[in-house]
């Protein structure tokens, strides 16, 4: 299956979601088109997994180390914008894909909140905290959003993670 993703990364970066066929990520991947099928039903599940597997290399050992667990949340989450925005067709297709995936299936779940909290140095997390990462999580995808559909730059969709963090986890810095 990495092979798999990988390929569909590489034509998801290249072509417009539309243009990247399945028969031609399974013919790359070296595999038949009904293996591709069988671990990936529709298109749009094939790129909801690279989001799935992208988000999946978040988190504390791919964050920069700090002391305050809203700068260390809100370096991560610029850090993911940053990346997803270097390849703009790709994130397009990631987000398209996973709105898409989400509305055929409410048992669909992408969540950030465990690599938020484990960013920010929380074990024993509360209700508060779980709330908090769930908005800070919709305050992300709505950037990155905006930023894949043109109607923010890489520069505003990166300023404007960094101040959602610090706005919305402000009241972390209070028990620190």
């Not at 298109?43 to 909801?48: D, G, I, Y």
């Not at 950037?143 to 890489?154: C, F, H, K, Q, R």
Request: charged letters at 25%; glycine letters at 6%.
């Amino acid at each position: 299956m990495e092979g798999i993703l990988r390929v569909a990364a590489r034509l998801g970066a290249e072509r417009e979601l539309d243009s990247v066929r399945m028969a031609d990520v399974a013919a790359e991947a070296g595999v038949s088109l009904a293996t591709l099928y069988r671990y990936y039903p529709t298109k749009h599940q094939l790129f909801a997994a690279l989001m799935l597997e992208y988000a999946a290399d978040l988190g504390p050992g791919h964050a920069p180390k700090q002391d305050d667990p809203v700068e260390a949340v809100a370096e991560m989450m610029t850090d993911a914008c940053r990346s997803m925005l270097a390849r703009p067709l790709l994130g397009r297709a990631m987000i398209v894909s996973v709105n898409a995936v989400r509305a055929e299936s409410a048992a669909t779940r992408f969540d950030l909140r465990e690599r938020i909290l484990g960013v920010a140095g929380i074990d024993t997390p509360t209700v508060d905290d779980l709330q908090l990462t769930g908005i800070v999580e919709q305050a992300a995808y709505g950037i990155l959003s905006w930023a894949v559909m043109g109607e923010l730059t890489s520069d505003e969709a990166e300023a404007s993670m960094r101040r959602a963090c610090r706005l919305l986890l402000a009241p972390w810095r209070d028990t620190n």
